[in-house]
């Protein structure tokens, strides 16, 4: 089915270790996104890329990295995971701006 | 920088209660606004959205929203509710390539 696929679901990290979220969409959107959602605070903007070779920080970018070498893959980059990085990744991606975001399902990331 | 505001972090209605979720915006000029929503477990999926034109919106599973500039809000409302719209629902605003969320508002249905 066409989406945004997220791996993995659920990951559980030493504080220090590193990660990738990986994100994948087939749909040849050119817009993808990377947001923390942590209980009654909304989704937080990390990441965001307008296209293959371009990437920005969002509101939140501290402590993670991205890279846009195709259209379709955008993975997120935690170097040192520390405790405060416990939360749920989300991946988003859309067409352009007049249109809706399609989301992942979500990665669920505990540092202990 | 815009803002998004959802005033009721959470709600807790009957079911064939009437709802209405608050969303205001921090500042006007052209906007895009969206409802979004997120069942227990699941992913967001978008309800609804509004660019242009008819203020009243409609949007899936009966929901709509009503954009009125004057008081930069951009209320959610269903007038019957059922026990499966047990979730959260997020207000969001374009910002350039960006879209600004609310905190969201979660809402409880009850049997």
């Known amino acids: 089915n066409a989406g945004v696929t997220q791996t993995p679901k659920f990951r559980i990290l030493k504080i220090g270790q590193s990660m990738t979220l990986q994100c994948t969409q087939d749909?040849?959107?050119?817009?993808m996104y990377w947001y923390r959602q942590d209980p009654g605070m909304g989704l937080k903007l990390i990441y965001y890329s307008v296209g293959a070779g371009i990437t920005d920080k969002g509101e939140v970018p501290n402590g993670y990295n991205v890279s846009r070498s195709t259209t379709e893959d955008f993975p997120l980059r935690l170097e040192l995971a520390a405790p405060s990085q416990t939360s749920v990744y989300f991946c988003?991606?859309?067409?352009?701006?007049?249109?809706?975001?399609?989301f992942g399902s979500g990665t669920r990331l505990t540092v202990v | 920088a815009q803002s998004v505001s959802q005033h009721n972090h959470h709600v807790i209605l009957s079911e064939a209660a009437s709802l209405e979720l608050g969303c205001n915006y921090s500042y006007g000029g052209t906007v895009n606004l969206f409802w979004y929503v997120q069942y227990p477990g699941q992913h967001l999926q978008l309800l609804l959205k509004y660019f242009s034109g008819d203020p009243l919106v409609k949007g899936i599973k009966g929901f709509e929203a009503e954009f009125i500039k004057s008081k930069f809000s951009f209320n959610l409302r269903k007038p019957s509710v059922q026990w499966s719209d047990t979730a959260e629902y997020f207000c969001?605003?374009?910002?350039?390539?960006?879209?600004?969320w609310g905190a969201g508002t979660k809402l409880i249905i009850k049997p």
């Open positions: 749909m040849n959107h050119n817009y």
């Open positions: 969001a605003v374009r910002s350039n390539y960006q879209l600004i």
């Open positions: 988003a991606s859309t067409l352009g701006q007049d249109y809706g975001y399609t």
